[in-house]
């Protein structure tokens, strides 16, 4: 068939992967359209994701913090809270940045197609547009579709129960909310909607919260937020949710004989974050003759190739960890790849965040994968109560954490609890690409008093220098 645009490459979807492929294939000199259904660039992370949760979870901090002042003789009173404002303030927020994408694509004179993309062959793409269907035929194409929502089948449709993006949305707040789901983004809700009044209560099939991160990071993090959840039901498996007039009923049901089913519940808000699958089969990739696994992840090689060589895949629908700043490095290989270089996926490591108070950041291999695996590994860990500046914040409870390959003594994880952790763990991720050891990392001098510091101190710990912590 006749195209009604021409490329060198086609990306399919706006999001962090794909924003961030098309502005580097058309750096790199490729005529470059990106297809995204949304008026917006951004996909989840910007508009329904990582950034309006963060301008929420400032304000939670910021409310939280001046509340904590009192304790050292500063009290400001009740908050009073205007929620349409506060909207208002996080639709700024994304504004802000999706205007700042668009005049980045403009400049880059990337062809931003809006409307439904699908695939018809293995050189184009229909896309579904607000003037009618347009055909691209592209010589490459990158595939950067992204994830949706997980639902559980016998959750109701009711406006009382909502996904992340519906509590994104902040219509009220609720005086009894449940949070189905304990992983990172079922917490910060359960952060912002807590500090904002609400009783929370979180159900959790798995033993534990935020999986993944090594336990003793989430032990910190659950006494000190201890007093912000009415309950923590782990080990238990939501059965039924019922919509009634009063509320949203919710049964339970033990995940196994050592925990004891809690009575059912009624709330005013149930919020379901059980997970995110990938959009591999809802974008016609057959047609294209790309393979998609069961579950709709599409598999790639180290330059991001799907099984057809000029077709590339990306971000979230590649696979775990499904995160924002795995998807912009990817997008990168995959562009450069295309444009002919020799481009590779070839990070070591993939930080990950819990942008909770405190925060739970942690990044490479972890206690618990290395005990899974048999491998032997040597740590250092400074605790924040000999930190002075954590002292003086008035927030001493966190930790810093590396963890060395006891061989090498190169620095092979870590892990930090505490405020701003997130903002930290960078460095370690660093030490760990450059190959750094345990000197390395304590002899580099670090800013006192800083949290940051107590990364070098963990390694002085470690290297058993630091006999006397200050
Ligand atoms: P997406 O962001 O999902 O983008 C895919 C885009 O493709 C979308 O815009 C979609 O509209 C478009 N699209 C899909 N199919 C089609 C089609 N057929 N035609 C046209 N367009 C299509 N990650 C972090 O790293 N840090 C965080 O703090 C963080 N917080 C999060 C908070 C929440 C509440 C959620 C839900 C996620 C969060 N994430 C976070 C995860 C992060 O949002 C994702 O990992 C990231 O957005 C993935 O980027 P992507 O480019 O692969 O896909």
Known sequence: GKADIECDIMVLGGGPGGYSAAFRAADLGLSTVLVERYATLGGVCLNVGCIPSKALLHVAAVIDEAAAMASHGVTFGKPEIDIDKLRGHKEKVIGKMTTGLAGMARARKVNVVQGVGQFVGANHIEVTTAEGKKVVQFKQAIIAAGSSVVNLPFVPEDPRIVDST????????????????????????????????????????????????????????????????????????????????????????????????????????????????????????????????????IEVDAQMRTNIHHIYAIGDIVGQPMLAHKAVHE????????????????????????????????????????????IRLEKGLFPWAASGRAVANGRDEGFTKLLFDAETHRIVGGGIVGTHAGDMIGEIALAIEMGADAVDIGKTIHPHPTLGESIGMAAEVYEGVCTDLP
């Open 166 to 297: 519906g509590a994104l949305e902040l219509r009220s707040v609720p005086k009894r909310m449940l949070v189905i789901g304990g992983g990172i983004i079922g917490l910060e809700m359960a952060t912002v909607y807590s500090t904002l009044g609400a009783r929370i209560d979180v159900v959790e099939m798995m033993d534990g919260l935020m999986q993944g991160a090594d336990r003793d990071l989430v032990k910190v993090w659950q006494k000190f937020n201890e007093k912000r959840f009415d309950k923590i039901m782990l080990k238990t498996k939501t059965v039924a949710v019922e919509a009634l007039k009063e509320g949203i009923k919710v049964s339970f049901e033990a995940a196994d004989s050592s925990v004891a089913a809690p009575e059912p519940q009624v709330y005013d808000l149930v919020l379901v974050a059980v997970g995110r699958s990938p959009n591999g089969k809802k974008i016609g990739a057959e047609n294209a003759g790309v393979a998609v696994t069961e579950r709709g992840f």
């Open 331 to 374: 997008g990168h290989v995959a562009a450069e790849a295309a444009a002919g270089e020799k481009s590779y996926f070839d990070a070591r490591v993939i930080p990950s965040v819990a942008y909770t108070d405190p925060e739970v950041a942690w990044v490479g291999i972890t206690e618990e994968e290395a005990k899974v695996k048999g």
